[in-house]
């Protein structure tokens, strides 16, 4: 159990680290072109930028389920890397099917995986509230002026 637990702590730190640079380079790349985001014609743009944001933060994700996924393979948890990857995006999203599981001695990572996909599907969804926010804001106050 302390193994799992260890190894977990390990995996969650590491798709942190990744889901937070995603969300970094996100940051800085909007910094650098966010002028054009208010430029007249914006509806568009505002379209682009969500959907640009939105794929970048699944990126991200999908950085973490593989993660999970050759994390599975590593410990012996799978012999084979689809269903590896299949659990691991069943566990990251919560969905769990059931139809494949964990053998009992690595059991707890799933649940690891669960509260790690949880966690950083909230960061996300935050990021792109605030995101929106502040561009729909900096639009306004452009046509105002």
Aim: aromatic share 12%; hydrophobic share 55%.
């Amino acid at each position: 159990m302390i193994l799992q637990l260890f190894i977990g702590s390990l995996v969650v730190s590491l798709t942190i680290t990744v889901q937070a640079t995603f969300i970094g380079l996100a940051i800085a790349g909007l910094n650098r072109i966010g002028s054009w985001f208010v430029a007249p014609q914006r509806n568009h743009k505002t379209v682009i930028a969500t959907i640009a944001v939105t794929l970048w933060l699944l990126a991200g994700h999908s950085v973490g389920v593989w993660l999970w996924a050759l994390t599975y393979l590593a410990v012996g948890a799978f012999d084979t890397l689809e269903p590896a990857l299949y659990f691991s995006v069943v566990s990251f999203t919560t969905l769990g099917f059931g139809d494949i599981t964990l053998p009992v001695q690595w059991r707890i990572l799933s649940g690891l995986s669960a509260a790690n996909g949880l966690i950083l599907f909230g960061l996300s969804t935050a990021f792109l509230i605030e995101f929106l926010t502040r561009l729909r804001r900096a639009q306004e106050e452009k046509k105002y002026a």
